[in-house]
């Protein structure tokens, strides 16, 4: 198994990059961080510099993985995300890169984080600089604080799975932000992001790498107008909707690969709202 | 309004709003994990609740709620203040 030095490669890098985030997180943490935070007491401000400053180190952190082949990272129509605001960016999440690649690519993006993170101060520095949102809030709470954070023109990345997907298992998907997204009014750029070979999966040690380079892609599909779903009588209904062709569309484009029908897929829905996506 | 009364009309609005089947709600049935309702349709719910009583009803009185029956019971208790 362990015959191939370029495997033994992609295992040691797969650690390396594991390390680095962990370390390079860090010192970001203990030096530019604070440094950013001295200097700009506007929060608006300390939070658009931390963002950029985490924007072009995951960019640039990307890049690595693919130059040192210790992956391929292939990011797809980015460009199109760069003028994004107020807009909820909706992925799949195969892989711990996920929200890595999606920061990599689009400069003014939200997210939301679990609230243990809090409890470190360096951390908590970061996240909170950032103006990230905790998730240990009560559902209520954390819904306004992502809608408003929408509404002033930030962009929020969710994961609907909720967690990472375990492979070869059916998607389901939690309600939550579909809720955000019809009470916000927001629309949903859609993003798919495929990790073939599995790496880095849940229950998956990160020495235990395939026999082939894996390759990370990351697609940017349509953005989707959300107001093809608010036609309903009930708020409540307009969520589940939304639920279902997301689930519909991430399942279809799972088993066929193909991406890019979102808007037209969301008129027919709609069009025919109690009938499924053919 | 009867218990009975209380249980129809809510069932309808469990089947109207929340696209609940019909035949899985009992009393017994749990609102969040067998009926898949989530804490925002909770908020909706009570707001529907206050129109049906005529009541203010303060989140607090419905924390607790985790049944369908538990939902009857606050129903029926408004009522009769």
Redesign the interface.
Known sequence: MWHKPERIWRAFGTGLFLAVIGLGGSLLALTVFPAIALVTRDRDRRQKRIQAVLHRSLRLYCRAIHAFKVADVEMKDTERLKSLTGVMLIANHPSLLDVVMIMAAIPNVQCIVKGGLWRNPFFRLTVEGAGYIRNDQDPETLLRTCIDTLKAGNNLIVFPEGTRTVPGRPIVLRRGFANIAILGEADLQLIRIECTPPILHKGNPWWKVPATRTRFKMEVGDRLDIHNFLGYRYRSLSARKLVEFIEEYYTESHSHGCIGTGAEAADRFVSQPRGCVS | MTREEIFTTLSGYLV????VAPDSITLESRLFEELDL????A??LVVRLQDLTGKKIKPEQFKTVRTVADVVDRVHDLLAE
């Open positions: 109207e709003m929340f696209e989530d804490s925002i349709d908020v909706d």
